[in-house]
């Protein structure tokens, strides 16, 4: 018996590769939205942006947090190449929330130019952190 087509999904990153194999179907940030890819999905070439990825595997969830990229799906493979993920089990919730804080007091602070995209940066991605985490 023929088992469930699936997709052979890669998510790399500078300093290794997160994760490896096949998948019944995945959901990416991407800049117009969440885009979730199936086995035999068109060809697609898009950036994504900082956000949650969700993979479907053997019936079960799994959570990333993953930062900027560019996702190339085509013959029933895809490899998202991002600047950084994190599984949920990887993620110091402690370490987050203490990034988020700071974050918010210098925000408070009304900072200009570059202090502000920082800070802003730092914030969004606490809260990304933090959502993954705590689906572990």
Known sequence: ????VKIDLKVITPNRVVFSDKVERFSVPSVTGEITILPKHISLFTPTVEGE??????????FLSVGKGILEV?????????????????INEQE????????????????????????????????????????K
């Open 53 to 62: 990825l969700r993979i479907v595997r053997e019936g079960e969830v799994q």
């Open 96 to 135: 987050v929330l203490a990034a988020k804080e700071n974050a918010e007091k210098i925000l408070k602070e009304k900072p200009k130019g570059e202090d502000l995209v920082s800070a802003r940066a730092v914030f969004r991605r606490s809260l990304i952190d933090l959502k993954v985490a705590r689906r």
């Open 74 to 90: 085509g013959n029933n493979q895809a490899s998202f190449l991002i600047e950084d993920a994190f599984h949920s089990a990887e």
């Open 1 to 4: 018996m023929e088992g469930k």
